[in-house]
């Protein structure tokens, strides 16, 4: 899978850097929100980006090899947790990311275990989703005219439009890979 690297710029504001599959649902929906919004966008590929990564990364693998060879067969930790039974995997975790030519990254590299959709949300209001999938919006004031809360208070039956946010907001989870 390639990869393209989107720079959006909104008039008055500081520039927002992406890295998307190219041509897939995100890259489509971020050009049409640049699109429509009339935000200045700017796309590069990723791969040389990638071989910079890869060139540093085998550096760093080396050296740790040759002055601390016992740190690489070490746990790796994220948030106190035990993430890889080894530190060398997450060497390999990024080159496989960084690998342009692998079709399936996601099923080839270790990935912590990702809740499911019903876990993640388990503890949120309808007004939480609102505000988590429209945050960028809401922190740069952009064509918001009511706030979350305002909006679910406003409708009279928000069932309607509630499963249909719900999807959306299921699939930005699933992108962003919040959830599996």
């Known amino acids: 899978?390639?990869?393209?690297?989107v720079?959006?710029?909104?008039?008055?504001?500081d520039p927002e850097f992406m890295v998307v599959t190219t041509e897939s649902s995100a890259h489509e929906f971020v050009k049409s929100y640049a699109k429509d919004n009339g935000y200045e966008i700017?796309?590069?590929?990723?791969?040389?980006?990638?071989?910079?990564?890869l060139q540093d990364l085998k550096r760093i693998e080396k050296t740790l090899e040759i002055y601390t060879p016992v740190v690489l067969k070490l746990p790796a930790y994220d948030n106190g947790k035990i993430y890889?039974?080894?530190?060398?995997?997450?060497?390999?975790?990024i080159e496989i990311?960084?690998?342009?030519?692998a079709s399936e990254v996601e099923h080839e590299w270790l990935t912590p275990d990702l809740p499911?959709?019903?876990?993640?949300?388990?503890?949120?209001?309808?007004?939480?989703?609102?505000?988590?999938?429209?945050?960028?919006?809401?922190?740069?004031?952009?064509?918001i005219a009511f706030t979350p809360s305002e909006v679910n208070n406003m409708l009279d039956d928000p069932s309607e439009f509630r499963s249909?946010?719900?999807?959306?907001?299921?699939?930005?989870l699933q992108e962003g890979e919040y959830i599996q």
């Open 116 to 143: 499911t959709y019903e876990e993640y949300i388990k503890d949120m209001t309808f007004t939480d989703i609102l505000k988590m999938y429209y945050e960028n919006d809401i922190r740069n004031n952009s064509h």
């Open 42 to 53: 700017e796309e590069r590929a990723c791969a040389n980006r990638f071989q910079c990564i």
């Open 7 to 13: 720079k959006i710029t909104p008039k008055g504001h």
């Open 164 to 172: 249909e946010i719900e999807e959306s907001f299921k699939r930005y």
């Open 1 to 5: 899978m390639k990869s393209t690297l």
């Open 84 to 93: 890889n039974d080894h530190l060398s995997q997450c060497f390999s975790n």
């Open 97 to 101: 990311a960084c690998d342009e030519e």
